[in-house]
């Protein structure tokens, strides 16, 4: 196995972690520490891509397993969050965020069956930057209000967190009509 897809094995075994880090509010600093491996496994997708990429190491493995970490990873959060009810994210848009994410692999999948690479679009990267943005936002908040009492992002009534969940809603059904229209042909409704 190339390093590429153990990077990407890491991410997907890193998603337990997260989300009892997340939940295990016994732990000191859960929530820090639960942020830090976010971060750590949204690395590993970064440097897993570049490295595949430059070293010639794209498997058919990591054409599969590399988005699905990263949807899993995302998903993960982000139902954490519902459970937590974390304010200005709601249920709609986790919902809209999870049906775009199935759709597109569903895509992805008939695409390997038909021997087709769909490559991250302008619009599914900007997606993730969003998600990933909003994440580590929505944590970060959540770790000030639970340390210092303070909400960090709420300047007034400008809810800054209220603001990137509307971006990152806008893009994720962007990028979900883009992949869509791009590979209506792959859809054989016959």
């Not at 897809?5 to 890491?10: G, P």
């Not at 990591?62 to 990263?70: F, R, V």
């Not at 998903?75 to 999870?98: K, M, Q, T």
């Amino acid at each position: 196995m190339n390093t590429p897809n153990k990077l990407t094995l890491l991410r997907i075994a890193l998603i337990p972690v997260f989300v009892a880090l997340f939940e295990l509010t016994a732990i000191p600093h859960n929530m820090m520490w639960a942020l830090l491996v976010f971060i750590a496994a949204s690395i590993t997708d970064q440097l897993d891509g570049h490295l595949a990429r430059k070293n010639n190491q794209v498997t058919s493995f990591g054409k599969l397993a590399d988005p699905l970490a990263d949807k899993l990873l995302t998903i993960s959060a982000l139902i954490c969050f519902i459970e937590r009810d974390v304010a200005y994210l709601p249920g709609w848009a986790v919902i809209i965020i999870i049906g775009r994410e199935l759709i597109v692999t569903g895509i992805r999948l008939i695409a390997m069956t038909e021997n087709t690479v769909i490559a991250a679009s302008m619009w599914g990267k900007a997606k993730t930057v969003s998600q990933l943005v909003t994440i580590i936002a929505i944590m970060f908040n959540i770790i000030m209000k639970e340390t210092f009492n303070v909400a960090l992002f709420d300047y007034g009534h400008l809810h800054v967190i209220l603001v990137l969940v509307v971006i990152m809603v806008v893009l994720t059904l962007i990028s979900g009509v883009d992949y869509v229209c791009k590979n209506w042909k792959l859809l054989n409704f016959k």
